[in-house]
């Protein structure tokens, strides 16, 4: 019998939904954002973000 595992679904979501880790321990500086949202406009998304039930 073969179960579902949530992570082998990709679907697409606005970013708007999805909702920070309270108990996440990395933290990015205004320049820091910057710099990676720059490297995004620039080559793209191409890692997968992994979401739970909560849109965590």
Do not use: C, K
């Not at 019998?1 to 108990?23: G, H």
């Not at 996440?24 to 191409?46: C, F, K, L, M, Y």
Request: charged share 20%; net charge neutral.
């Amino acid at each position: 019998m073969q179960r579902f595992w949530p992570a082998d679904a990709v679907e697409r979501r606005p970013v708007a939904s999805l909702l920070p880790y309270a108990r996440n321990a990395r933290t990015h500086s205004a320049d820091q954002v910057a710099q990676i949202a720059a490297a995004i406009r620039e080559w793209g998304w191409t890692v997968p973000v992994l979401v739970d039930e909560a849109g965590q």
